[in-house]
């Protein structure tokens, strides 16, 4: 397995591309959408879906371009469908030349996964086995479990696992946790977690922006401290870390702070 980091637009987003043999998958595809299709290219990858931590436009602006030129299925928690459908909320008025409201998607929620058995064994096979043979289709919002599989729910010290999917000869493990925005989520593979605009290099995501709820980042923050401390952490800007760095030295997962609770922020 690979994981090709992007620094992306004015906002540096890290978009990932997360690859074994021919086949990938892209974690936030914020901006630049001709830098990420030319890192597929050289590689010689075929894209199988996009997977997006959450809905604000620094992380969703190069969607659109992505969609329609790999025909490959969009993935967002529920909870940031009102984000990615307002522009005023996901901010594209304010930072990108035009507002962005997204049409082609589909959500993933509390009980279901997304279906990718059997697509790194395919170099073209979307991983989506939905009506539209297409995999996706303009104006494809889909709440269906049609094209998605139910999975068991895992609850280890309060994390709950919302989903998980069997992909590049290992299973992702989905977690919505909320704070930055509501439909918030982390993505585990293998030792490796991304952890979206939810935890920093020392640092953390803003509950000023819309969608953010101080009292809900702080609850996701004591729940990320339950993770394997060994995992890799992978953030939605900035550097690359380990949790157990986290743990140990970024003052937002210190007892003192957690303890204040949203007083701090």
């Known amino acids: 397995m690979k994981i090709r980091k992007l620094i992306l ?27 990420i299709d030319r890192c597929i290219k050289e ?3 075929t ?26 299925p969009f993935y967002i928690h529920v909870e940031d469908e009102f984000i990615i459908t307002d522009p005023d909320k996901n901010l594209s008025t304010i930072f990108g030349q035009n507002g962005l409201s997204l ?29 539209s043979s297409s995999g996706i289709a303009t104006d494809n919002i889909s709440r269906s479990t049609e094209g998605i599989y139910s999975s068991n729910t895992k609850n280890n010290g309060g994390i709950k696992k919302i989903f998980t999917c069997d992909v590049i000869d290992k299973e992702i493990e989905i977690f919505n946790l909320p704070g930055h925005t509501p439909g918030s989520i982390v993505i585990k593979l293998r ?16 509950t000023d922006l819309p969608g953010g709820n101080a009292d809900e980042l702080v609850k996701s923050l004591n ?25 140990e030295n970024n003052y937002y997962l210190s007892n003192s702070f957690l303890k204040g609770g949203k007083n701090w922020f």
């Open 43 to 45: 590689e010689s990858l």
């Open 9 to 35: 637009g004015l906002y540096s987003v890290n978009c990932y591309i997360v690859s074994t043999d021919n086949f990938c998958f892209i974690i936030d595809p914020g901006a630049d959408f001709k830098s």
């Open 47 to 72: 894209p199988g879906f996009i997977l997006n931590t959450h809905g604000h436009y620094d992380h969703i602006g190069a969607v659109p371009e992505v969609v329609n030129k790999y025909k490959i």
């Open 191 to 206: 030792n490796y977690l991304f952890s979206g605009d939810l935890l920093f290099k020392e640092g953390v995501g803003r």
């Open 103 to 131: 049409k082609t998607y589909k959500l993933i929620g509390a009980d279901v996964s997304v279906n990718t058995r059997n697509i790194s064994n395919s170099k073209r096979n979307t991983g989506i086995n939905s009506r």
């Open 223 to 247: 729940l990320i401290k339950k993770f394997n401390p060994e995992l890799t952490v992978y953030p939605g800007h900035g550097a690359t870390t380990k949790l157990k760095f986290e743990i």
